[in-house]
């Protein structure tokens, strides 16, 4: 699967053009895409980032067509930020337009979307979403795992946090024990 760069398009009459750090950040989201797809067997279904002045943060988010216990949610969502900060803070074109350097799990956002494999929803007690996010006013950054029951079609069932950090140890020590 193929990534299309971002476009700057503007409605407006003034002169719209992309900034020079726009086009590296989209590089690095496509490389960062092709590797988790091929890697996790994900889809994309969405990108995005902040570019006022300089990069403040990217995202990248995943349709998965399997089920997702917690265990295996957090082995995904590790590994996917993990692997989007390695692409980010290696690539030292864009360093001088990061906000900070090296960029941190609260720099980025990646939520992974969980299906039947016939893109059908699918509920506790097996993961829905998993996404990290990032505590408003903080750099505190937390897993968070949703699940949902059939017979509520908006919102969640569960709703579980996790520290950032705690849940990198747990899956670097099974990385380790192998």
């Known amino acids: 699967m193929a990534i299309l760069p971002l476009q700057c398009s503007c409605v407006s009459p003034y002169q719209c053009d992309e900034p020079i750090y726009g086009g590296m950040a989209d590089n690095i989201t496509t490389q960062t895409t092709n590797i988790l797809t091929k890697r996790h067997n994900m889809c994309l279904v969405g ?4 570019y006022i002045d300089h990069v403040n943060m990217l995202a990248l988010s995943f349709d998965v067509c399997r089920p997702l216990t917690l265990e295996t949610a957090r082995e995904l969502i590790i590994d996917s930020v993990e692997e989007f900060l390695f692409q980010i803070n290696s690539n030292e074109a864009i360093r001088p337009y990061l906000k ?3 960029f941190t799990s609260a720099e980025v956002e990646v939520s992974i979307f969980s299906y039947s494999q016939k893109h059908e929803r699918i509920y506790d007690p097996y993961i829905t979403v998993v996404s990290n996010v990032t505590r408003r006013n903080s750099d505190l ?3 968070w795992y949703c699940t949902k029951a059939p017979d509520q079609p908006f919102g969640y069932k569960n709703e579980i946090r996790e520290d950032y950090q705690d849940a990198l140890r747990i899956v670097k020590g099974k990385t380790e024990e192998k």
Request: hydrophobic letters at 30%; aromatic letters at 10%.
């Open 141 to 143: 950054v937390e897993l």
């Open 100 to 102: 900070k350097h090296p």
């Open 47 to 50: 990108f995005g980032g902040g």
